[in-house]
RNA sequence: CGGGAAGUAGCUCAGCCAGGUUAGAGUGCACGGUUCGGGACCGUGAGGUCGCGAGUUCGAAUCUCGCCUUCCCGACCA
């Protein structure tokens, strides 16, 4: 009768339903909920933490790069939103919009900012009026709101948060750069800070951003094998500056409109953390933004107290030597066992797991364990406080590796249309084909299996000529095609 | 927004088809005790306007209609 009924302590695994298995990593380690806010979720502490420690090493790379934040208007007034025509034309379908204020009907909608190119170009116009205004490098970390047919925890929801950042420069090199500089930023974010597997690359005319000249994005392969779109840098050219008159003096005193790029990265990033290194036991959170980089059990007897204090003061000593270098939590919870925490804190993704029990500490070790392989290890106790930043950097690499595997293991070579179909013949790879980039040839591909998109043409391979895959002629480009989110 | 499924305790679910005492189980939660090296055990206890709103009926978790939310498959998208 009951065989439906499922233990509620285990998580769905993901080989039996990938989706299922990650709402209920999501809701299970506490990273976010649903609410009573249709299609928008609460980030919860644990989540947010995540969302923070990511945020902070972007933040900083945006600083580095000599980009300055500040915050513009959540509101967007009807009239500036709709000067860019493409561009209105793309988030025409999905912006919220705000009618009346208290009791008074408004005499202009406001748009919930969708993005903020529109009012940020309105503002400029004011405040650039000559070349050495230029360039103006900025950021804002902000939620957006988009109006999702369909939603999921992190990665669309009606709601997000983001930076977005937005520049303006004298010449579409200094612009092309700036695109190229922060597309690298997201990489480096998402392989060196989350251990991701990304392609770097740009997008098709039809998958662009809209009121863009050409976006760049970076994939990234989640463990079920879909894409996931990470990142996105664009080049506006002087679309959005010539719709906006935004204008300045150049240095031969001729007028002229500023060249734009704007670049947004997501919390959808942490939906990509979850789905490209969790488990059937729960999150593998990468170790240098882990909100607990290192947990401590302590194994206690009531009928040992003497051992129990060694103990507890082996653990003092632990959260003492890691202070200000290690994010280190002691699980100090009474009434439950050992292996309850275990559990615990494997849910939660925690990269090492450190057990301090009496037995091992009578021989001056403890116990450790390394989430990302279950790799164990006894360490002298006077060591593993001094080792744990190496240790965490080698369960970085492990896990960027394991990533590395998986892209590689998904990935085909396919130079036709027929082999583009047996090659997702047994499920959701990443093919890599000559591509002409001709509309025509994206809409054979697209037909040619079902639910594929030309993710990006890889900046990081040529196609040296080879036909296309539709249409045969020599191709510059080598495109991605998957499944995608 | 189209097609399908589901909403009963924090979670996983039974009960509904054939309406009828005080709506159940497991798990989780609280307290006490025994435990403690992989999700312990015993005892006590709290926790539900059965998604919301109408309707049918003497009587609705159960039947009818509408709405909301979530999940799956499409179309659209960071």
């Known amino acids: 009768m009951s065989t439906t009924t499922r ?94 204020g208290g009791q008074k009907k408004l005499e202009e909608r406001l748009a919930v900012r969708p993005t903020s190119e529109t009012i940020i170009c309105t503002l400029y116009a004011d405040w650039i009026h000559s070349w050495r205004d230029l360039p103006v490098l900025i950021n804002q970390w902000a939620n957006v709101v ?42 480096e974010l998402a392989e060196e800070w989350l251990a991701m597997a990304v392609i770097p690359g740009r997008k098709t005319e039809s998958e662009k951003f809209a009121g863009a000249d050409y976006t760049m994005s970076i994939e990234a392969i989640m463990s079920d094998g879909l894409a996931l779109q990470s990142g996105t840098s664009h080049h506006l050219g002087q679309n959005f500056t010539r719709a906006y008159n935004i204008t300045y003096t150049g240095r031969d005193n001729t007028v002229q409109h500023p060249f734009q790029t704007s670049w947004g990265l997501s919390t959808r990033i942490i939906g990509g953390v979850i789905m490209s290194h969790g ?21 206690e007897r009531s009928n040992d107290p003497e ?14 030597e890691a202070a200000g270098r290690v994010r280190l939590r002691v699980d100090r919870r009474e009434g439950h066992r050992p292996g309850e925490k275990y559990a615990h804190w494997e849910l939660r993704g925690v990269p090492l797991r450190i057990v301090v029990g009496s037995r091992d500490l009578a021989e001056g070790s403890v116990s450790l364990v390394r989430r990302v392989d279950g790799a164990e290890m006894r360490l002298p106790l006077g060591e593993v406080g001094e080792r744990l930043p190496a240790l965490l950097d080698e369960a970085h690499v492990l896990l960027r590796e394991r990533a590395l595997k998986l892209l590689e293991d998904h ?19 990443f093919a890599n084909a000559p591509f002409c980039d001709r509309p025509e040839c994206e809409v054979e591909v697209k037909a040619a299996v079902h639910a594929v998109t030309v993710r990006c043409l890889r900046t990081d391979r040529s196609g040296e000529g080879r036909p296309c895959l539709a249409c045969g002629t020599p191709a510059e480009h080598i495109a991605v095609i998957a499944r995608a989110y």
């Open 307 to 320: 051992g129990t204090e060694a103990v507890r003061a082996a653990c003092v000593r632990l959260e003492e």
């Open 7 to 100: 233990d509620p302590k285990a998580i769905t695994p993901k080989s039996e339903d990938f989706d299922r298995w990650y709402v209920d990593v999501v809701r299970r380690a506490e990273l976010a909920d649903y609410t009573p806010v249709g299609g928008c979720m609460v980030v919860r502490p644990y989540g947010w933490g995540l969302w923070e420690n990511v945020r902070d090493a972007l933040d900083a790379m945006i600083k580095r790069t000599g980009h300055e934040n500040m915050q513009f208007p959540l509101f967007i007034p009807e009239s500036l939103l709709t000067k860019e025509a493409e561009h209105v034309e793309g988030f025409a379908p999905e912006v919220a919009w705000v009618t009346q």
């Open 146 to 187: 988009r109006w999702e047919k369909r939603t999921r925890l992190f990665l669309r929801t009606t709601e997000f948060f983001w930076q977005e950042g937005h520049t303006f420069h004298e010449t579409t090199d200094e612009a092309k750069f700036e695109v190229e500089q922060m597309l690298g930023c997201y990489r």
């Open 279 to 299: 488990d059937d036991r729960g999150l593998v959170l990468p170790p240098r933004v882990a909100p607990v980089q290192v947990v401590v059990v302590p194994i």
């Open 411 to 429: 990935s085909r070579e396919v130079a036709t249309l027929d082999e583009l179909r047996g090659a997702f013949a047994d499920g959701p790879v």
